[in-house]
């Protein structure tokens, strides 16, 4: 198992204090800001809205949930009528024919997002030393399926090790005690150190190494870490930096199918933005509830939850238009739904009403909206006479930024160190690319690829 590195407990603490005012709804620390000059605006990626579809309970081959439904059974005693529904009826295998069909209709059409490879799916057995029921050569096509399919598009995440049964670290075997105590959905990380949290995340991700399946970032399943939300982003920050030397590591812990409350990622624990090692954690938020089918197949909630027909009503019109990233959220198991395929269609339906609806939407993996996210939030941002010089942590494609009026003969982006950049010139902010420029209105919209370290726009005349 790999080392998760220490914490420094003093900026821990003193996160945690710090964190009630900065992100009241999610208790986390925001950490270290740069300035930033109020006449530079960072934009959305090139004027556009970011998308994505983030995928849970997805692992090779095991239908998840038939084989966690008697599990949450047993540790809930019987009182939850779900847990009882027909599970020794349902397939035990989402076959891999229909991975490759997703996969491959995503990437047709441009979508991406995140899926989940649960590493001990409800303890049938470790995608690195096997699967009972299945052969090695089985488990072995349908590694290569994913890396070959959904990798491409989507970031991998493990959701846990089992996402049903708490594993002991000591003995790889889960706890002898079936209980909500001992469960990675409910109540195991409360009361967890950062450090114990991120020795059960070093496990998953490693198996996921292991295999052949790199990850930037991790899932929670159910209510993992709920109650533990400072210990969760920093276990997940020293976690994923030292299984798979991530630069910028993610979570998605949280969605908000509705009301007001924002959407957009939380950048979290930066630290260290001037010196060679900046840090940070990003919480991707989901905007939407389950409502292709649910991990448990029940009666889908359907398309217009998400966007409504005639294009005007649903979660996603709502949230594209308070100019917010739209992440939504599915799981697996449902958009199979036992071989109906009732959630895909429905999310195939949704795409369909978006691309009709919307011209200037952006479908991005969660690693790279936290990319931007993080550029967007820690660069360090001034303005000068002839523009703006800019000290970026961390390098993002597609920088998007927004200057008043003046000259803009032939604007040029200079890293230090290197060549500099003549911006081109085109005529419509829908055309915007790296290494262009457009008048937007009065003002001028430069979309950047931003360099670590120190750079500068120029506006000539």
């Known amino acids: 198992m790999s080392t998760v590195h220490p914490i420094d407990r003093r900026a821990f603490l003193a996160g945690i204090a710090a964190s009630a005012a900065a992100f009241p709804s999610l208790a986390q620390s925001p950490g270290d800001r740069p300035a930033h000059a ?8 090139r004027l556009r809205t970011p998308v994505g579809l983030i995928i849970d309970d997805s692992t090779c081959l095991v239908n998840l949930n038939k084989f966690a439904m008697p599990q949450f059974d047993e540790a809930f005693g019987s009182s939850n009528p779900v847990y009882r529904r027909n599970w020794r009826e349902w397939p035990n295998e989402i076959p891999d024919a229909f991975v490759r069909k997703f996969g491959e209709w995503a990437a047709a059409n441009g979508i991406k997002g995140k899926y989940s490879i649960v590493p001990y799916p409800a303890c049938v057995g470790r995608l690195d030393r096997g699967l009972p029921g299945w052969s090695q050569a089985d488990l072995r096509a349908s590694l290569e399926v994913v890396r070959t399919t959904i990798m491409p598009n989507w970031d991998i995440h493990p959701e846990m090790i089992t996402h049903t049964r708490v594993i ?22 409360t009361g967890r150190s950062a450090d114990e949290i991120g020795a059960y995340l070093t496990l998953a991700l490693s198996i996921l190494r292991d295999v052949g399946l790199p990850c930037e970032g991790i899932t929670t399943p159910g209510g993992f870490g709920n109650r533990a939300l400072p210990q969760l982003a920093q276990a997940t920050l020293e976690s994923v930096r030292g299984v798979f030397h991530a630069e910028i590591p993610h979570y998605f812990r949280h969605a908000f199918d509705k009301g007001p409350e924002s959407v957009a990622p939380r950048v979290e624990y930066a630290s260290g933005l001037d010196g060679p090692d900046p840090r940070c954690v990003v919480s991707i938020v989901a905007c939407t509830g389950d409502w292709t089918g649910g991990w448990d197949n029940t009666e889908p909630k359907g398309a217009d939850a998400f966007i409504t027909e005639d294009g005007k009503g649903g979660r996603m019109v709502e949230v594209i238009g308070r100019g917010e990233p739209a992440m939504m959220l599915a799981h697996w198991t449902g958009i199979w739904w036992l071989g109906q395929e009732r959630g895909f269609t429905i999310f195939k339906e949704v795409v369909r009403r978006l691309q009709t609806r919307f011209d200037r939407l952006l479908w991005m993996r969660p690693s790279e909206l936290s990319r931007y996210w993080a550029a967007r939030e820690l660069t360090a941002i001034a303005a000068t006479d002839a523009g703006a010089d800019f000290h970026a942590p961390f390098p993002c494609p597609s920088f998007t930024v927004r200057c008043g009026d003046g000259p803009a003969g032939k604007p040029t982006y200079t890293p230090a160190g290197a060549p ?3 911006l081109d010139r085109v005529d419509s902010t829908a055309k915007l690319v790296d290494g262009t420029w457009c008048r937007d209105g009065v003002s001028r919209v430069a979309c950047l690829p931003l360099r670590k370290g120190a750079s500068r726009l120029v506006w000539n005349d």
Do not use: H, R, Y
């Open 168 to 189: 002991d670290l000591a003995t790889g075997q889960p706890f002898p005690e079936i209980s909500a105590k001992f469960m990675e959905n409910w109540e195991w990380t």
């Open 420 to 422: 500099a950049l003549v």
């Open 38 to 45: 109020a006449t530079i605006t960072v934009e959305l990626p």
